[in-house]
């Protein structure tokens, strides 16, 4: 189950960063490595289980970890969506997580930071895809 409140339930995060200009409005944008480097992947809905996702190349962030599973390797994300999005821990959107506020960008924390298996939020605006990517 995706958490709605954050406080006093996940991981402290350091101060947000600014977001890339390569994350559109309305999307997720998960990152291979930290400060928003690296391949991406834009997510549109929640995902239960990240193993079969893949980071695409980016000409702005580069093209390391293009073609790598999504599964244990985000290391930063920018939340251009009115929600706060959740990264878990485990797949199913269980275990530990971190909660990126709407319209914030983070390098994720130790213990979430390339151990990450799932992601979405409560209140997004597109349909659950499962597995699917």
């Not at 999307?27 to 997510?43: A, D, H, P, R, T």
Request: net charge neutral; charged share 10%; hydrophobic share 30%.
């Amino acid at each position: 189950m995706i958490p709605v409140d954050p406080v006093g339930s996940g991981i402290s995060l350091p101060p947000p960063s600014p977001p890339p200009s390569t994350c559109s409005s309305g999307e997720v944008c998960l990152y291979y490595s930290s400060n928003f480097k690296g391949g991406m992947y834009e997510q549109r809905h929640n995902i239960s289980d990240y193993a079969n996702c893949r980071f695409g190349a980016s000409s702005v962030t580069g093209t390391a970890g293009f073609g790598q599973s999504i599964k244990n390797n985000v290391a930063s994300v920018v939340n251009d969506t009115n929600y706060t999005f959740y990264i878990f821990y485990n797949r199913n959107f269980a275990g530990v997580w971190a909660g990126i506020p709407a319209h914030r960008a983070m390098n994720l924390p130790v213990g979430i930071k390339n151990e990450n298996a799932s992601g979405g939020n409560a209140n997004y605006p597109y349909p659950s895809s499962g597995t699917g990517c």
